[in-house]
């Protein structure tokens, strides 16, 4: 029998990603968060249902918490069910990671933002970012770099 080549398969691990993050954002330091979810949710999520465009973090009373990710309940959910799709959902993380992040958004102002979504040994992760945003100046320079960079490379390769 053949054995299955690992180059050819596709990277199934990943839900979903926030690609508006790196625009709008310049992403610091990532965390890995697990989620606490519902049973709806993690068979949408199996499906690949969910948006983290206009998702956001907060931290209160000592917890950090995910707001506007908007999961989308299958149309086969049960009937006794009445999904919320944007419910505030809550994110574990250790004590240490959570005492960082608290004293980087309250005292120094970065924001928390969710990057992407991602399947680890059977469990939903979060990755979330601290991130400041940035200005309009910000995202033309950097769109002008990484055409320069685009640019750069094909000079090269044509040598």
Partial sequence: MNKPNKKNKPDSSTIALNKKSRH?????DRFETGLVLEGWEVKSL?????QLRD????????????LGALITPLPTASTHIHPDPTRTRKLLLHRGELNKLIGAVE????????????????RAKLEIALAKGKQAHDKRATE????WKRDKQRLMKGR
């Fill in 24 to 28: 709008d954002y310049s992403l610091e």
């Fill in 46 to 50: 199996r499906a690949g249902r969910i």
């Fill in 55 to 66: 998702s956001y973090v907060i931290v209160k009373d000592g917890e950090a918490w995910l």
């Fill in 107 to 122: 005292r120094k102002g970065y924001a928390l933002i969710p990057t992407a979504m991602y399947w680890k040994r059977g």
């Fill in 144 to 147: 002008r770099e990484r055409d």
